[in-house]
């Protein structure tokens, strides 16, 4: 066992945070240059700080995910979902249950009960937003964001669901009353079953191989029959056909 390996084995049992399944150059890198900006000289000292110093325990959190999220992002798979999915998935059900899951600050659920908002006429839905980042789940709690955040929302649904509150814009209740926000580590914690929909865009990133594969299966088994994951603009699933999944439009995979 390297140094390396004895830092994620201490992080783990000292910190609670199993870094394990992520890739190692990718970590490795970060680590190392926020250690370099804290001035840092050993992991073991990193870890000594991170558990008397809640500050640099949060400044790594920071540092180490990329937490960047957008409204609307990548606008081409929002079509195809309200054109192509949402109508199948609403055809049978009265209403449907989704996750997103890596939710960051709140853009993709809030982006989701906007559309949403078109199709279940009374609200039939629900929304499981889960992120292991305290400090970005509390920023999509408060709903709050700037006037470049919200520059991805179409012109209509800035009307109908965002108020300006001097200068800061907010994400009106009706759309937040359907949205759960909660901590949750999809490496770690239990998932809950039968959604019709899950969202996981833009996390797998700094997963191994392993990782990812043993986490789309594990989507494949929280999804109800004919539901659909909807995954990132560069995450396709190679062992799609294997896990049990049908692609029924790029970055969409159906429970059959
Ligand atoms: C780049 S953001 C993606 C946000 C949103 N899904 C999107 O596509 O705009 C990735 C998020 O995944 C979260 N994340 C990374 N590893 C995670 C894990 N093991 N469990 C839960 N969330 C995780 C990070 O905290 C971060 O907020």
């Known amino acids: 066992?390297?140094?390396?390996?004895?830092?994620?084995?201490?992080?783990?049992?000292?910190?609670?945070?199993?870094?394990?399944?992520?890739?190692?150059p990718q970590m490795e890198r970060r680590i190392n240059s926020l250690m370099r900006t804290l001035q840092i000289d050993t992991y073991d000292n990193f870890i000594k700080r991170m558990r008397e110093e809640q500050l640099i325990f949060n400044r790594f959190l920071d540092h180490l995910t990329i937490?960047?999220?957008?409204?609307?992002?990548?606008?081409?798979?929002?079509?195809?979902?309200?054109?192509?999915?949402?109508?199948?998935?609403?055809?049978?059900?009265?209403?449907?249950?989704?996750?997103?899951?890596g939710c960051s600050t709140g853009e993709e659920?809030?982006?989701?009960?906007?559309?949403?908002?078109?199709?279940?006429?009374?609200?039939?839905?629900?929304?499981?937003?889960?992120?292991?980042d305290l400090n970005v789940l509390n920023k999509g709690?408060?709903?709050?964001?700037?006037?470049?955040?919200?520059?991805?929302?179409?012109?209509?649904?800035?009307?109908?669901?965002?108020?300006?509150?001097?200068?800061?814009?907010?994400?009106?209740?009706?759309?937040k009353k359907s949205i759960t926000f909660k901590k949750h580590n999809l490496l770690k914690d239990s998932f809950d079953t039968n959604f019709d929909l899950i969202l996981c865009r833009n996390v797998v990133i700094y997963f191994t191989e392993e990782t990812k594969s043993q986490l789309y299966r594990r989507f494949f088994y929280s999804l109800r029959t004919q539901g659909v994951l909807f995954t990132g603009s560069t995450e396709q699933i190679?062992?799609?056909?294997?896990?049990?999944?049908n692609s029924i439009a790029i970055f969409f995979y159906q429970k059959p």
Request: charged share 25%; proline share 3%; with cysteine.
């Open 238 to 245: 190679i062992q799609a056909r294997e896990i049990g999944f």
């Open 141 to 175: 709690i408060e709903g709050v964001y700037s006037p470049k955040d919200i520059s991805g929302i179409p012109e209509d649904y800035l009307k109908k669901y965002i108020v300006n509150q001097n200068g800061s814009f907010r994400v009106k209740d009706n759309i």
């Open 109 to 132: 659920p809030y982006t989701l009960a906007m559309i949403l908002e078109e199709y279940c006429s009374q609200g039939n839905y629900s929304i499981l937003a889960t992120d292991f």
């Open 67 to 101: 937490n960047v999220s957008e409204f609307f992002r990548n606008q081409s798979q929002w079509d195809v979902l309200k054109e192509k999915i949402l109508p199948v998935l609403l055809q049978n059900n009265k209403s449907i249950k989704i996750w997103s899951a």
């Open 1 to 24: 066992m390297d140094k390396y390996d004895i830092f994620l084995n201490d992080l783990n049992k000292h910190l609670d945070l199993d870094l394990h399944g992520y890739k190692r």
